[in-house]
């Protein structure tokens, strides 16, 4: 082969690299379009489907415990008080604190709604749901939790019950939603991490001292109930106008 043809059969290799560069970029842009559009319908879904919950209270807790574990028990009873005191309760979905939630206002008198996440492990639906919404997002899974509660109820849990506790935290801190009662079960179990909030975050000026109040620590079921009628007695279970577009600018 001469210099000739080497320079040609070099170009024409170049040429034909870019177009599969080109191909693959193409493709790319597309999967990334319709991803926008399956979370789109989410959002859609589930809107839709939870628009007549209301009021709602949403549990949050630990995916590994069972029926034996006084957690359990512990969440059963509060979801049965609250769906009795007319509260759909919102949960994971999932098994441990979300199964006792959905299994509490499941044989209440109110909705048991179950927000269930897809993952490779650990989640798998209950079966004490009235409404049972999927989803692939956390992030639209967690907007929902937000959006139809007029409070949470959070047990102990692990990396992803402190992620919906902070979510809530920020976002009632920056004035981004509604501020509603955050209720943390388990004295003992809560305790380290709010003295760590007392002796770092506010000691070291990285939150204000106000911002602790936005938790409150009950352990009695019939107290958590009480608390949360207690925060509502002098308005309206459902968002002020204001409040209203808090929400929609979540």
């Given amino acids: 082969m001469n210099e000739k043809e080497k ?11 870019v177009d599969s560069a080109s191909a693959r970029q193409t493709a790319t842009s597309a999967r990334e379009a319709w991803r926008v559009f399956g979370i789109m319908s989410e959002f ?12 709602a209270v949403s549990i949050f807790g630990s995916a590994r415990i069972g029926p034996d574990s006084s957690y359990y028990q512990q969440t059963e009873k509060i979801a049965r008080l609250l769906s009795d ?7 994971g979905g999932g098994p441990g604190v979300m199964e ?10 109110s909705m048991s709604i179950g927000l269930n996440i897809q993952l490779p492990h650990e989640q798998k639906k209950n079966q004490y749901q ?3 919404q999927s989803f692939r997002h956390f992030f639209a899974r967690k907007y929902m939790f937000v959006k139809v509660a007029a409070a949470y109820v959070v047990m102990p849990g ?10 809530a935290l920020t976002l009632i801190q920056t004035g981004k939603s509604p501020r509603i009662p955050l209720i943390l079960v388990g004295t003992e179990f809560w305790a380290g991490i709010l003295d760590w909030f ?9 939150i204000n001292p106000e911002d602790i109040d936005l938790l409150q620590v009950i352990d009695d079921p019939e107290r958590v109930v009480a608390a949360i009628f207690d925060h509502y007695e002098t308005r309206g279970f459902g968002p002020l106008p204001e409040e209203h577009e808090l929400l929609l600018n979540l």
Avoid: C, Y
């Fill in 198 to 206: 007392r002796e770092r975050l506010v000691a070291e000026h990285m």
């Fill in 130 to 132: 009235d409404i049972s």
């Fill in 44 to 55: 859609v879904e589930a809107t839709e489907r939870l628009a007549t919950i209301r009021p």
């Fill in 85 to 91: 005191a007319g509260f759909s309760v919102v949960s």
């Fill in 100 to 109: 006792a939630a959905n299994k509490g206002a499941f044989e209440g008198k």
């Fill in 7 to 17: 320079l040609s059969k070099g170009r024409w290799q170049g040429a034909k690299s």
């Fill in 158 to 167: 692990g990396f992803g019950t402190l992620d919906e506790l902070l979510e």
